[in-house]
């Protein structure tokens, strides 16, 4: 499909927005950047252990990170958001993490852990870990911080993904169980996302947590200049520089600094120039002109997401329409210029991807006739619409909601695009389902990351009529997501990707696209990105 397939007005929108670039050259970029300045991943593990204390010297020099957007806050649970994580997973670990390389679960704060019934994995610490304030880790802290981080009262935003209740208990000083309500073979993969907070923090100073993050990372917090930059430093008494094998990498580097430009050409350019090391989520265009320029697939998904109890969103038709009205080809070649057009929330690296699965075809002529059957039918399909775009969410997160705004008004309904800051946009946008006031009219577009690799957790968040971040209710599709829940295997895998059919059949969520990250380096800079998006300073070194 061409830009001459759509519309004279979004053709001009779409050339407007995405500007053109040679994929060639891009690709040449990346590749001769990669051969002259990094290793791949099992090289920098490599380098990773050689780094043991006596044969390599200490950690030294810096690094600047920059980012789109700057962090809402830096209290621990957060590291499961894309804006928090590039901090707070250096600060903060878990009780599991993922092997770079292979993705797979593999132990970081647990060295090792086993079901004990359907219902319950014991833990057993790694021992000789320290927080940043001194406390050592044990099994009682750390049950209290899986507790803290879970409770029903704390409603922390990651509960979005915890299926039945978790709880923890300790057996011993290095022995940990964590339990959940009902069975949820998912729950390893649910702990690697939370990591553990310092208990003492919690008990004494529990109004420093969003502005002071307490853990037993590589890293220690230094400083939040707020609007300005976030320092970090190495942290000597860390477990894994004793152990770099079993931390799979090692501190290189001494001091990192995160700072934010909203403008990806502003984030390239530091790093052209020095000013930065990395440059996250630049465009294609802009990362083409970094020193080095690195793809990597993600597991990142943008939807829309519909507003099923407004008065014109919750007519079917008038949401079919939407599906129709939005070129997705066209947005993923101009707009992203990367990633491939998404046909449900997760991509197929996730348990439970439905394969059969088509994205809904762009069809804007069929669009304006649902529209108008709905109008006929007594749907008031003028009541106005908001595309909401959170600030720096996502490349060109603005563009995308610009264009959709377009196509809705093309086909026959009042909609426009409003650009929302993080924090007043995260909270419209976890309104439980019945809470969500009729009038809002919110067509949603921010992304959704499976990095627990399951159809569980987005079907715990997105489908569920209590999810997290459910805008839809269906109570026969809550029946068989909790049929789903327990299997495991082959069999789940199948269940989800049913559930996933009658989830998308409702159009409350139409999936666009799902994303590949671009990331702009320095030319001597050794580092690899990750599937899960997280970015361990740890997996970092300079060459020479």
Known sequence: ????????????????????????????????????????????????????????????????????AEPATLEYWNAFSIDGHPVLRNTNEALLNRDPVT????????????????????????????????????????????????????????????????????????????????????????????????????RERPESLPVEPIGTGPYRF?????????????????????????????????????????????????????EAQIGRFLAPEDCATTPVCKEALSVETVPLRLDTVHPTLADIRV???????????????????????????VGPSA???????????????????????????????????????????????????????????????NASAELIEHAAYQEQFVLPYDEIPPERGWIGTLSHGNELMDVGLTAASWYRCEGGVASYCDPALDALIDAANPLTGDERAAAFAEVTAVFQAGYSVIPIAHLAFLYGTAADLRWEPRLDGFMLVKEMSFAG
């Open 351 to 413: 348990a439970g991807y439905n394969a059969e699965l088509e994205a809904t075809p762009y069809d804007p002529e069929r669009a304006r006739a649902l529209v108008e059957e709905a109008r006929a039918d007594g749907t008031p399909v003028d009541r106005p619409i908001t595309v909401a775009v959170r600030r720096g969410s996502y490349l060109r997160s603005e563009e995308l909601g610009q264009y959709v705004a377009a196509a809705l008004t093309e086909i026959g309904l």
């Open 103 to 202: 993705n797979e679960l593999v132990g970081e704060l647990a060295t090792a852990w086993e079901w004990q019934d359907e219902r319950t994995i014991r833990f057993t610490l790694r021992p000789g870990v320290v927080f940043h304030d001194g406390d050592p880790l044990t099994a009682e802290d750390a049950a209290f911080g899986v507790n803290y981080t879970w409770s029903p009262e704390n409603a922390f935003d990651i509960a979005q993904f915890m299926g039945s209740q978790i709880t923890a208990t300790a057996v011993d000083d290095l022995t940990l169980d964590v339990q959940t309500e009902e069975p949820d073979p998912i729950l390893p993969a649910i702990l690697y996302f939370a990591p553990l907070p310092s208990a003492r923090q919690i």
């Open 1 to 68: 499909m061409t830009n001459e397939s759509l519309s004279p007005t979004n053709r001009r929108l779409l050339e407007a927005l995405g500007r053109r670039f040679s994929r060639r050259g891009l690709v040449q970029t990346a590749s001769v950047g990669v051969a002259t300045a990094a290793t791949g991943a099992a090289g920098r593990v490599a380098t990773a252990v050689a780094q043991t204390p006596g044969t390599t010297p200490a950690p030294a020099g810096g690094i600047v990170i920059s980012l789109a």
């Open 222 to 274: 230094v400083e939040w200049a707020r609007g300005e930059r976030i320092r970090l430093t190495a942290f000597r008494e860390w477990w894994g520089t004793a152990s770099p094998e079993d931390a799979r990498g090692a501190v290189a580097i001494q001091d990192v600094e995160y700072v934010w430009r909203p403008e990806s050409i502003v984030r390239a350019a530091q790093v052209s120039t020095g």
């Open 319 to 345: 949401r079919q329409a939407i599906a129709h009205a939005i070129d997705k080809e066209q947005v993923v070649a101009s707009l992203f210029g990367s990633g491939a057009v998404a046909t449900q929330l």
